[in-house]
């Protein structure tokens, strides 16, 4: 399996997420599609800067040279802790809406919100 | 020092009013007068010409994170500070959870470690971090209208975020850099490869859905119109231009002058018809917020230092009117208790004389009358331009923000009726002031002689033309009412619209 490798599983993630995104309209597997395309730009991250046989770069035994580049990896754990909080908001966001008007659907809620502004 | 003591400073007093909740709206006013301290050392050693830069962490640049004071950054920071002080000031007697105290400090602290970074992952972080704070003041009331608006803004700036971070993998793979001093240099003759150009498009597609470019921003009409008075005009006067100075930043090293041009006059004329054929007077300054943005953009593409000081001074200008007319907005709603301009009309004696008069400064300051902010800053964006096409689509731009607010006039009227009660006077008269003297203090930010030399006498004469022309349009327009298409504003055709948006970004990009 040398043809696939973490850059294109992250492609398809994407284009997967968005897809999901655009045509279902269930409010939390919107969130669901969004959860994937933020993985799917960390897999990207990660895959993408660290090609080859290279090793995790954790100090442990003998120095070796053939270490990944630990800075994206560093960069990564921000980026994963900012989505996570993102869809957690999102999510009561989501809660507080279903409260209202008791469905998830995006279509309907849209409706629902847009007839109350003209009133 | 002062650099990292501005964003953290509030970061730290943003957690402390979290602690001490009963002292969170006294704290306020003291942190914004160490901001004014801190913000005018700053200026005096930039102006001074000393390099006010600090690189964290101990590394160099190429690993550690830069912070660097400039002209930009400063006059940014001093917008976000007038801004600050006067949304104070307009909620200052009004009982509001210390919570939101503490979302407007952790606000300023994103603005102000968002002007000073150099650093595209920094960026992105702090991006993050404002606009999390900016959903939450969204959707503060817990309006269900509110709630809806922001998750919708949420949900785009999640994906526009996303895409930024894969333009930030690809460039790091190719240079080995996220400093963007360094990656200029790097760059150097790498224009026409491919990566570039992808990397290019999807940093710029990613940080204009968060700047009020119109194709990208279609949540911003919503978001803007149904926030609280107070928190629209930090969004639409601040949190926009945040976007913006990061597209100013990635205009220096990358290479993105044409798409940046025509997604400015995009913006400027759909959002400026759009303007108007609206009724509803907060969602038409939101959508003056967008074709606003159009100037600024088409500022930035030319790129030449006239043009971004231009832009530069119409984005605090645009900041200090779309504020103070957003806060009167707010007060005019409230007290007329309706959202719609002809209904506002009918009830005009229930609103506050001062809140007609800031609306009516707002009013002329946006359309360019001579000595206020809006002319200035115009003034030095049509000096900048050297072509014909832009130059008229300009003054289309223009002209179709002086036909929306002609719908205005009727309200403005300050010597009819009205009581001083409850009138934000302070709040109005900081915002104000700032309008009436923004010429003078822009000397601050370039040359006198070079601003001086171009505002000419034709400039005043054309804005002038302008705004009776508009005056004229409005009365011959006003039987045509139209309904324009809603549906792009929802989240699905919003998305597709990004999408298909970006492929003509990188098009752009790859093949002029």
């Known amino acids: 399996m040398e043809s696939i490798n973490g850059i294109m599983i992250a492609i398809v993630l994407f284009g997967i997420g968005i897809f999901a995104l655009i045509i279902r309209r269930d409010l939390v597997i919107k969130l669901l599609a969004l959860g994937l395309i933020d993985s799917s730009s960390v897999l990207f991250l990660v895959s993408l800067n660290a090609e080859g046989d290279g090793i995790a770069p954790i100090l442990y035994g003998p120095l070796a040279a053939n270490y990944v580049d630990p800075l994206p990896q560093a960069l990564v754990i921000s980026a994963i802790v900012i989505n996570f909080s993102l869809l957690a908001l999102a999510l009561v966001f989501v809660m507080l809406l279903v409260e209202r008007y008791h469905t998830t659907d995006s279509v309907r809620i849209a409706h629902e919100v847009e007839k109350e502004r003209q009133s | ?512």
């Open chain 2, 1 to 512: 020092m002062i650099i990292v003591l501005l964003p953290l400073g509030h970061f730290l007093l943003g957690v402390l009013s979290l602690l001490w909740q009963r002292g969170a709206r006294r704290l306020f006013p003291f942190a914004l007068l160490a901001d004014a301290s801190l913000i005018g050392t700053l200026w005096v050693r930039v102006a001074g010409g000393t390099s006010a830069s600090i690189v964290l962490g101990g590394w160099g640049r190429d690993l550690g994170i830069e912070l660097s004071a400039d002209r930009i950054g400063l006059a940014f920071s001093t917008l976000a500070l007038i801004l600050a002080i006067a949304v104070t000031a307009y909620l200052w007697k009004e009982r509001l959870r210390p919570y939101f105290y503490v979302l407007l400090h952790f606000l300023l602290a994103s603005v102000f470690a968002l002007v000073f970074a150099r650093d595209l992952f920094n960026i992105y972080v702090i991006i993050e971090l404002l606009t999390l704070v900016s959903f939450l003041l969204v959707g503060y009331e817990r309006k269900a209208q509110q709630i809806w608006a922001s998750l919708n803004y949420l949900i785009l700036a999640a994906l526009g975020m996303a895409m930024y971070l894969f333009g930030v993998g690809i460039i790091y793979y190719h240079t080995g850099t996220l400093n963007l001093t360094l990656l200029a240099e790097r760059i150097i003759g790498m224009h026409d490869q491919m990566w570039l150009i992808t990397a290019s498009t999807l940093l710029v597609v990613g940080v204009s859905i968060k700047a009020g470019v119109f194709v990208f921003s279609l949540w911003l009409p919503a978001a803007h119109a149904s926030a609280s008075p107070a928190v629209s005009a930090l969004l639409s006067g601040l949190v926009i231009k945040m976007g913006v100075v990061v597209l100013l930043r990635l205009s220096t090293v990358l290479d993105i002058s044409l798409p940046l041009i025509v997604m400015g006059g995009l913006t400027g004329v759909v959002g400026a018809v759009y303007a108007m054929f609206t009724y509803e007077l907060k969602r038409l300054l939101a959508f003056s917020t967008l074709s606003q943005i159009g100037y600024l953009l088409i500022g930035i593409g030319i790129g030449t230092p006239l043009a971004i000081a231009g832009s530069i001074s119409y984005a605090v200008a645009h900041g200090l009117f779309k504020g103070l007319l957003f806060l009167a907005a707010g007060q005019v709603v409230h007290t007329t208790g309706s959202a719609f301009i002809p209904q506002q009309v009918a009830r005009r004696e229930k609103i506050p004389r001062a809140t007609r008069i800031a609306l009516l400064v707002g009013t002329l300051a946006i359309a360019g009358l001579p000595p206020l902010a809006g002319f200035c800053a115009k003034g030095l964006l049509s000096a900048a331009t050297h072509s014909l096409a832009i130059h008229l689509l300009l003054v289309f731009v223009s002209l179709g923000t002086v036909i929306s607010f002609s719908k205005l006039v009727p309200l403005l009227d300050p010597w009819r009726g009205g009581s001083d009660e409850g009138a934000k006077t302070i709040s109005y008269g900081i915002l104000a002031l700032s309008i009436i003297a923004f010429l003078p203090l822009s000397f601050l930010f370039d040359g006198r002689i070079q601003v001086l030399s171009s505002l000419s006498l034709l400039h005043a004469g054309e804005s002038i033309a302008i705004i009776a022309a508009g005056l004229l349009a409005h009365h011959v327009l006003r039987r045509h009412y139209t309904r324009l298409p809603q549906r792009i504003f929802r989240l699905e055709e919003a998305i597709l619209t990004i999408l298909s948006m970006f492929f003509v970004t990188f098009l752009l990009l790859a093949f002029f």
